[in-house]
């Protein structure tokens, strides 16, 4: 199985804070590699496909970017609704494999 | 309104079957692959089990095989979940997710992601 590792595992940025968050995982995903968020009680929601495409709807401060085996997710400008987990998937082989997830609060 | 709505969780002891339903509305049911994804309570995200649009191919992780079997029945515009053998491990909420393919710039083949999730049910495993 592929492995999925990303980090930080926790942050607390200020509002209006640029935010990195890196997935890499255990062998070549080539950019099949999606973000998701998810708040606390809900479902996640997409937010990134394929690398770097932004799913319809998602605001344009989300960013994706990589491939192979080194991917990030940036937040270009922390909003308060972005307080969520975010996780990143590989679907370039069975099974389908999530990130540990990535906790962004707010300071 | 395009939405995915689970049912079927609830509390049972080790070694019992519970069957997980998911109703689909709002859009053509029959041309999507669906999938099952779960959630243990405060962890991560784990996909379980994913269906061809006909229900001719299946696929499940390994801790579920031979347990677990998913269906679908397009007419009703519903996807199953039966579970089997149940253990403590299997203790999460349970999401349906519709699958959505999609062709990856600079690859040869498409790629795959999940663009509508339900609520998700709670499934306990527990004595």
């Known amino acids: 199985d592929i492995q999925m590792t990303q980090s930080p595992s926790s942050l607390s940025p200020s509002v209006g804070a640029r935010v990195t968050i890196t997935c890499r995982t255990s062998?070549?995903?080539?950019?099949?590699l999606n973000w998701y968020q998810q708040k606390p009680g809900k479902a996640p929601k997409v937010l990134i496909y394929?690398?770097?495409s932004l799913q319809s709807g998602v605001p344009s401060r989300f960013s994706g970017s990589g491939s192979g085996t080194d991917f990030t997710l940036t937040i270009s400008s922390l909003q308060p609704e972005d307080m969520a987990t975010y996780y990143c998937?590989?679907?370039?082989?069975?099974?389908?494999?999530f990130g540990q997830g990535t906790k962004v609060g707010i300071k | 309104e395009v939405q995915l709505v689970e049912s079927g969780g609830d509390l049972v002891q080790p070694g019992g079957s519970l069957r997980l339903s998911c109703a689909a509305s709002?859009?053509?049911?029959?041309?999507?692959?669906m999938t099952w994804v779960r959630q243990a309570p405060g962890k991560g995200l784990e996909w379980v089990a994913n269906?061809?649009?006909?229900?001719?191919?299946?696929y499940y992780v390994d801790s579920v095989k031979g347990r677990f079997t998913i269906s679908r029945d397009n007419a009703k515009n519903s996807l199953y979940l039966q579970m089997n053998s149940l253990r403590v491990e299997d203790t999460a909420v349970y999401y349906c997710?519709?699958?959505?393919?999609?062709?990856?710039?600079?690859?040869?083949?498409?790629?795959?992601?999940?663009?509508?999730w339900g609520r998700g049910t709670l499934v306990t495993v527990s004595s």
């Open positions: 997710a519709r699958d959505r393919f999609v062709m990856v710039q600079g690859t040869t083949k498409g790629g795959w992601y999940f663009d509508l």
């Open positions: 709002g859009f053509t049911f029959g041309s999507y692959w």
């Open positions: 269906i061809k649009k006909d229900g001719s191919e299946k």
């Open positions: 062998q070549n995903i080539s950019r099949y």
């Open positions: 394929a690398a770097f």
């Open positions: 998937q590989q679907t370039y082989s069975d099974p389908w494999t």
